[in-house]
């Protein structure tokens, strides 16, 4: 059974940084590319950052380029999306995925507000 564990969302003020992790078991992680989504209330959800299989190409939505960066431990199973800079406009329920949307964890809360 695939598992897609998202954690260290939280609340935060703006301008502060948090590290989002996406625990991955009961796949091949290291043969799927994946992704970081959001959903803030209200709105739909929007791809965030996704990152290839070996790591080697990172695409970002131009609302986070410059401030978001997405990463993977191929040998940890694990995809991380570091946040800096956050703003208030970045509040949401951030999910991971694989890339071709298949495999989804339940979502992890960020709060930027002061």
């Known amino acids: 059974q695939v598992q897609l564990v998202e954690s260290g969302g939280g609340l935060v003020q703006p301008g502060e940084s948090l590290r989002l992790s996406c625990a991955a078991s009961?796949?091949?992680?290291?043969?799927?590319?994946m992704s970081w989504h959001r959903q803030a209330p209200g709105k739909e959800r929007e791809l965030v950052a996704r990152?290839?299989?070996?790591?080697?190409?990172?695409d970002y939505a131009d609302s986070v380029k410059g401030r978001f960066t997405i990463s993977r431990d191929n040998a940890k199973n694990t995809v991380y999306l570091q946040m800096n800079s956050l703003e208030p406009e970045d509040t949401a329920v951030y999910y991971c995925?694989?890339?071709?949307?298949?495999?989804w964890g339940k979502g992890t809360l960020v709060t930027v507000s002061s």
């Open positions: 009961g796949l091949t992680f290291s043969y799927y590319d």
């Open positions: 990152i290839r299989w070996n790591g080697g190409r990172t």
């Open positions: 995925s694989s890339s071709d949307l298949n495999y």
